[in-house]
Every structure is written in C-alpha cells, then in structure tokens.
C-alpha cells in the first residue's frame, strides 16, 4: 500500500501562492488517480472538500469551482510526487490540505472512494 506525505504548507498573505507537495513510498503513485482535498477550520470533522485530482498519467485534471484558474495539479511520476500550485490565494482557501490516492482512473470528488490519505498540511491565508 502507498504511503503519503504532504509538505509545503504555511502561512501566507492574500494573493500570494503556495505549491504543495504530495510524496509517495511503498508503491508507484502511477498505480493511482490522486486527490486533493481540504478541510476548512470549523467545519464537521471528517467532512472534506475536493479541491481537484489528476489522473495515473497526469493527461487529465480536474478542480472544484471555488479553485478552477488559481491552483494546478501536476505530478511527476517518476520520483512518485504529485503537487498543487496554489496562485491568488484568498483567506477561504485556509484549510488542512491533504492529498489522496483513488481508486480506478475515473477523477471522483468523492472523499470516500480515496485510500489511503497522508496526514495533511496547514495552509493559512491572512488578508
């Protein structure tokens, strides 16, 4: 089974930008359509929002409404990493970032079809 880590989050003002990093160990990532979701303070616990996914090969992306033009998935798979830029942050997009690896080759914004999850990052945004 794959193991995730995320890296790369911090504290940043708005309209500044991040690029989180998502490294697999255990088995190849290209086994795997990955995800990344949030969860915003506040909210139900073990709800998560689908911020966007790309497939095995990385030929197809996609993302949340709240996110399409400012973050971008990529992936290099030969050193089993998946990345989120995020561009023009704003104060809602401050969350626990976690990136998660699914299951067939469909991009599902289904939390629940995802195993298993690293163990998130802290991304902050001050106005």
């Known amino acids: 089974q794959v193991h995730l880590v995320e890296s790369g989050g911090g504290s940043v003002q708005a309209g500044g930008s991040l690029r989180l990093s998502c490294a697999g160990s255990?088995?190849?990532?290209?086994?795997?359509?990955m995800g990344w979701f949030r969860q915003a303070p506040g909210k139900v616990p073990g709800r998560y929002q689908f911020?966007?996914?790309?497939?095995?090969?990385?030929?197809?992306?996609l993302y949340a409404d709240s996110v399409k033009g400012r973050f971008a998935i990529s992936r290099d798979n030969a050193e089993n990493m998946v990345y989120l830029q995020m561009n023009s942050l704003k104060p809602e997009d401050t969350a626990v970032y976690y990136c998660?690896?699914?299951?067939?080759?469909?991009?599902?914004?289904?939390?629940?079809?995802?195993?298993?999850w690293g163990q998130g990052t802290q991304v902050t945004v001050s106005s």
């Open positions: 255990g088995r190849a990532l290209s086994y795997y359509t």
């Open positions: 998660a690896a699914g299951r067939g080759d469909a991009i599902d914004s289904v939390g629940d079809r995802y195993a298993p």
């Open positions: 911020v966007g996914g790309i497939s095995p090969t990385g030929s197809t992306t």
